[in-house]
């Protein structure tokens, strides 16, 4: 089992940064997929980016040049920095992991969230 802790959310002024992070512990292996998501109420959960253990990127368009997401392998850590933040941008950001322990087996794991409010 896989347990993740966000951090790093709070209130910010508009065009202004933060810095996400996701710890993970438990049995982290196997990763086959790790991403940042957000859900504003009402709303659905929404991909923002993902990353692979390869340290490949993905982006959600809207998201592209303002988010940056990566990784710390070693502290087990994800980050998602971002920048340029809109009032739009404020939600409950979740960090997600699959893991795919055996062959036909996967598992999703999710953390309870961090709160962004971004202010106008």
């Known amino acids: 089992q896989v347990q993740l802790v966000e951090s790093g959310g709070g209130l910010v002024r508009s065009g202004g940064s933060l810095r996400l992070s996701c710890v993970a512990s438990g049995r982290v292996s196997a990763i086959s997929h790790m991403g940042w998501y957000r859900q504003a109420p009402g709303n659905q959960r929404e991909l923002v980016a993902g990353i692979t253990v390869s340290g490949t990127t993905n982006y959600a368009d809207s998201f592209q040049g303002r988010f940056t997401i990566s990784r710390d392998s070693a502290k087990n850590t994800l980050y998602l920095q971002m920048t340029s933040l809109k009032p739009g941008d404020t939600a409950g950001y979740y960090c997600?992991?699959?893991?795919?322990?055996?062959?036909?087996?996967?598992?999703?794991?999710w953390g309870q969230g961090t709160q962004v409010t971004v202010s106008s």
């Open positions: 997600h992991y699959r893991i795919a322990p055996v062959v036909e087996r996967e598992f999703s794991f």
